[in-house]
């Protein structure tokens, strides 16, 4: 990285501040643009391409949001970095297409649908210093000027750049000059626990910011994912544009009709301006109404991102805001992408919406405590009900309410197990709900698919989709489960209650499990949830374990290889790849945890790892403790290089699970 030519030197923390804010919209802007383009991105059966082709438009869309998610991680790095020498996070932008001026005149930001121009412009965007990639056909500046600060003066102005590279040169070298002249432990003044971390948000790559060091590894980091380098080589973002560029160059010599995206709007608005040129007003139904609800979610996942570095309640606080915010985004997603399939406007058919990105003028944090807990879960509650009216008209949306509604149900529980949380506000039921019942710590349910076997004492219950032939039944009670026989295989009667509840409680997937009839007990909740590590094999769960908020009982074995056909349940997949992972990890530094139960809540990530939330202690195969945590994200694409942890390789490989 090189310094501008011309560029004035950074002198004060003002001038600091005012760069890292225009670096935080420069990531925010390229995060949005790449989102538009791949949610434009065609992804059913019926519209129009190849096998092959229609593999390579999913392939690169995955790509895409893969890219816009690490230039989430940029912003929040960007955000840190402010917090750190004593500034406050900025995550608001213009709103597009940005005006001229607000960026160097080379670096032209609006929202178009993936094109072999757009496509292009992102690798001219992402272009590592001095490399010859030219810009993308109409995305040529409107305007041109220069900007400079002007030396002696002490009100910051924006300067030229012409690459994102070099503004993050202009960073670094300016934080070695305050420090140099202020002194490190005055220049680096924020609270790191005011900052968003590894324990607090699954974003991938980000830290705190605590010093020099720390903050010019922060800048290296953004730089070499993005430009890429010899560290980064295949995965930095200029790497990654290109790879699509030439796949999806071969496609257009074998089919030059080849039309992978849906014809998006450029620059969508989602009310009319005064002024309306290279601008397209979504005015038709549905889309209209999908925007404003995309919008409203959008905005409020900002809202929720901001909360984490203001809130003084500590970690766990931190992240109920985290994990809602990140939730969030990835609930809205279908909508994004179905807008692109419906008219912008009933004049011309022939343009399909796409989401604005519109901002809210105040995105401002709110005060920290329970009145403001009680504004953002009601605000998702607003979001869900304006979700739900979109489906009568969008039936593919129809999982959408239900997901913001159990992001608010998430926070509400969270907020609320917090040390003097005080009140939050109550649910609010959907139109045509029933009352729902009151909660109980541990009922087991047992769903359609399930084999039921009625005995005197009592009901067996088999889910094959679940079963992992443990063989603890088959060979503990050979009488009650009988291998290889046509027909009923499961007689209870053939043994004691205490033998069947016994081979039940072995059962390490949860296939089998009973109600009682003889007013015994029914399956007690474990004292302690456990996460025990196969050796070349599954993930072993124990505790009240909730997969996406329901309840899926007291024992599960999950897959970690990446290849069981009954995600996120394991299916022996990992015996037909030769999985190799090891059962007896290094154990990690951790503090013996305060509360060893309650429930262990299981949400795996789209196309990523399994995102677990709860007390848990993770066990080598043998008993030993690797680790104690609240929360984690554990590998399930099988090629982490630190098992049973996550490393983000699931991106690196285009890992595909729901």
Request: overall charge negative.
């Amino acid at each position: 990285m090189t310094i501008p030519a011309h560029f004035t030197p950074i002198h004060t923390r003002e001038e600091m501040l005012d760069l890292l804010a225009e670096a935080a919209e420069i990531e925010h802007n390229l995060m949005c643009c790449y989102l538009y383009a791949a949610f434009s991105l065609k992804q059913g059966d019926d519209e129009g391409l190849t096998a092959p082709e229609l593999a390579a438009t999913r392939r690169w869309r995955r790509e895409i949001i893969a890219v816009s998610v690490e230039e989430m991680a940029h912003l929040t790095m960007a955000a840190n970095l402010m917090v750190a020498i004593g500034g406050a996070p900025h995550l608001g932008r213009q709103n597009f297409p940005i005006a001229p001026g607000y960026h160097p005149a080379g670096i032209v930001v609006k929202l178009a649908p993936f094109s072999p121009e757009t496509l292009q412009h992102f690798i001219y965007l992402e272009r590592p210093e001095g490399d010859a990639e030219p810009d993308g056909d109409g995305f040529d500046p409107p305007v041109l000027y220069e900007r400079h600060q002007v030396p002696g003066r002490i009100m910051p102005n924006a300067q030229d750049y012409d690459t994102v590279g070099q503004l993050y040169a202009a960073i670094a070298d300016g934080l070695i000059r305050l420090a140099a002249q202020m002194g490190e432990d005055k220049l680096f003044i924020g609270d790191p626990t005011q900052q968003i971390r590894p324990e607090i948000s699954r974003l991938p790559g980000i830290f705190a910011v605590k010093c020099l060091e720390t903050a010019l590894a922060a800048i290296d980091a953004i730089v070499i994912q993005g430009e890429g380098s010899a560290q980064a080589g295949e995965a930095s973002h200029f790497a990654r544009f290109l790879a699509v560029r030439t796949e999806y160059r071969a496609l257009l010599a074998a089919n030059p009709d080849f039309a992978p995206a849906r014809p998006a709007a450029h620059n969508p608005l989602m009310r009319k301006r005064v002024a309306d040129a290279q601008r397209t007003f979504i005015s038709a139904s549905p889309a209209a109404e999908m925007l404003d609800v995309v919008n409203a979610a959008y905005n409020h996942m900002l809202r929720l991102l901001k909360q984490v570095f203001v809130e003084t309640r500590g970690a766990d606080a931190q992240r109920v805001f985290a994990q809602a915010s990140t939730d969030l985004m990835i609930a809205i997603t279908p909508i994004a992408s179905s807008l692109t399939t419906f008219p912008a406007q009933a004049s011309d058919p022939s343009c399909t919406a796409g989401m604005s990105f519109a901002t809210l003028r105040a995105v401002a944090p709110l005060p920290v405590g329970a009145a403001t807990d009680a504004v953002l879960i009601e605000r998702l509650q607003e979001i869900a009900e304006a979700s739900t009216a979109l489906v009568a008209t969008v039936p593919a949306l129809s999982a959408t309410p239900g997901k913001i509604r159990q992001i608010a149900g998430d926070m509400r529980e969270g907020l609320a197990a917090l040390p003097q949380a005080g009140a939050v506000i109550a649910p609010v039921p959907s139109p045509g709900d029933a009352a729902a019942p009151a909660t109980t710590p541990f009922e087991p349910r047992f769903d359609h698919g399930v084999e039921h076997a009625e005995g005197r004492a009592l009901t067996l219950h088999f889910d094959a989709r679940r079963c992992i032939h443990a063989r603890h039944c088959v060979l503990g009670l050979p009488g009650v489960f009988k291998a290889n026989v046509k027909g009923a295989w499961i007689d209870p009667d053939a043994a004691s209650t205490e033998d069947l509840v016994t081979v039940a409680h072995m059962c390490p997937s949860g296939a089998i499990g009973y109600t009682r009839k003889d007013g015994g007990a029914n399956e007690a909740l474990p004292p302690i949830n456990l996460a025990q590590l196969r050796e070349d094999g599954p993930l072993g769960l124990r505790g009240d374990l909730r997969l996406h908020g329901d309840a899926i009982g007291t024992r599960a074995t999950l897959c970690r290889c990446g290849a069981s056909k009954r995600k996120p349940f394991c299916d022996s997949s990992h015996r037909d790849i030769a999985f190799k992972a090891s059962g007896e990890p290094e154990t990690r530094a951790s503090e013996p945890l305060q509360v060893r139960n309650g429930t262990v809540d299981v949400r795996p990530e789209p196309n990523g790892p399994l995102s677990i939330r709860g007390n848990l202690e993770i066990c080598a195969g043998t008993g030993r403790t690797i680790d104690r945590v609240t929360s984690v994200r554990l590998c399930r694409c099988g090629h982490s290089a630190n098992k049973p942890f996550c490393d983000n390789t699931h991106e690196a490989i285009g890992f595909v699970a729901d």
